[in-house]
């Protein structure tokens, strides 16, 4: 259901390019209040990292994912370097990025009662610290805070958390072993910080549905009974502004929902006419020793030669591997493979280019490309508010 309502936002979205609306007037960035409330008082920081317990993370890291068991009803492996290649492969641990990229686990809460009867969900999306004065933002992509499907759904971040250098190898056994406990040190190694601000564009705080592009957000974090600030911990990298959206990229992220994966086995059924829309059965044509899963549990990075994209979002587009939950992991270039360092110029937002869906929205669903989100005056506003921001 969780797909399904994405795809809803996208035909939603469509439609609303189809019938051209307006353009919203751009503005400042626009700051997102963070509503959850703990015995009727905002919640502190230590509130928001004691609410995610392993049980809260595992079930978050689940969503969306509906081939999370083999054929004989066993749990599947975490990804592994079984596909080391160009269209993903997992990230060296050892630089700058195996510290700065992380994973964020989100409660929001949504008006579509019907799909989550008590009016919240938890989800789950990539961030990367960014060097900034305050040391304390992450970067990530606008629809991980806020989306809507105009005139129906609205789905708002109420709290949030940052694990910079997530691992979720051992998340399911030691949820399934203490559901109240608490990440360690192998699964959050740089430790949990709870969202404290939360910044998006101006054309996204009024227009949260892919219509008019700028899908970036700009968040502040705050260790709880810490004086340090993340970068202090992780370090930062650049962040470069209207440069130019192609080249040469290294994209990372954490992907998880198999659901909707072009790369999938699901998506890719022996013997049958290749297509890309219902009804099933679904053939991309991707040949097995190309097929993939991924689970959310571990960093993985597409390289590759982004291009830009067309009107009207003139964003760079990547042929990828990487599945949805790495929305809003960083776009490198100039990146170094030995140090993990470069200069972030977009965030991971959508998929785009299916070759032969008879409408765009399916390219929008699934794939084959990756769309990121390219930073310009917009998304250097949003930056600048969290680097103000007091943690």
């Known amino acids: ?22 353009v919203p007037a751009q503005a400042a960035a626009t700051q997102l209040p963070l509503e959850w409330q703990v015995n009727g008082q905002p919640a502190t920081p230590q509130q928001v990292v004691d609410y995610w317990t392993l049980g809260f993370l595992k079930f978050a890291n689940e969503q969306g994912n509906n081939t999370l068991t083999d054929a004989q009803g066993n749990p599947r492996p975490a990804v592994s370097s079984g596909h080391d290649d160009a269209l993903s492969s997992p990230t060296p ?10 994973k964020l686990f989100i409660l929001k809460s949504t008006n579509n009662t019907t799909e989550v009867p008590a009016g ?51 998340l ?48 502040t974090v705050k260790k709880p009974g810490s004086s340090q600030r993340i970068q202090d911990v992780t370090g930062g990298q650049q962040v470069g502004f209207n440069r130019a959206r192609a080249g040469q990229r290294t994209v990372i992220g954490y992907p998880q ?3 909707r994966f072009w790369y ?4 890719n059924t022996p013997g049958a006419p290749i297509n890309s829309t219902p009804p099933a059965p679904i053939n991309h044509g991707v040949p097995v020793s190309d097929q993939r899963e991924n689970d959310g549990k571990v960093m993985l990075q597409t390289v590759g030669e982004a291009w830009q994209g067309s009107v009207p979002y003139l964003d760079s587009r990547l042929v990828s591997a990487l599945s949805a939950g790495s929305s809003g992991g960083p776009w490198f270039e100039e990146y170094n493979p030995a140090t993990g ?15 032969i869906a008879p409408n765009m929205i399916a390219g929008w669903y699934e794939g084959p490309h990756i769309v990121g989100t390219y930073f310009e005056s917009q998304e ?3 930056y600048q508010a969290a680097a103000a921001a007091t943690p």
């Open 120 to 170: 919240v969900i938890k989800s789950t999306c990539s961030g990367n610290v960014a060097a900034s004065a305050n040391k304390s933002v992450v970067l990530t992509a606008g629809h991980c805070v806020k989306v809507e499907i105009p005139f129906s759904t609205r789905e708002v971040i109420l709290n949030g958390i940052f694990i910079p250098g997530f691992d979720g190898t051992t």
């Open 257 to 259: 929902d198999d659901s």
């Open 93 to 102: 641990k050892t630089g700058l990025s195996g510290k700065t990229v992380g």
């Open 380 to 382: 250097q506003e949003a």
């Open 264 to 267: 999938h086995a699901v998506r």
């Open 1 to 22: 259901m969780r797909a399904a309502r994405r795809l809803a936002v996208v035909a939603a979205a469509m439609s609303l390019i189809v019938a051209g609306p307006a």
């Open 341 to 355: 360092a470069g200069i972030q110029t977009a965030v991971s937002s959508r998929f785009d280019g299916d070759p």
């Open 172 to 219: 399911d056994a030691k949820a399934a072993a203490n559901p109240n406990g608490y990440p360690d040190a192998q699964i959050a190694p740089y430790g949990v910080w709870a969202v404290t601000n939360v910044f998006v564009t101006s054309t996204w705080g009024s227009a949260p549905y892919f219509v008019f592009g700028q899908d970036m957000s700009a968040l």
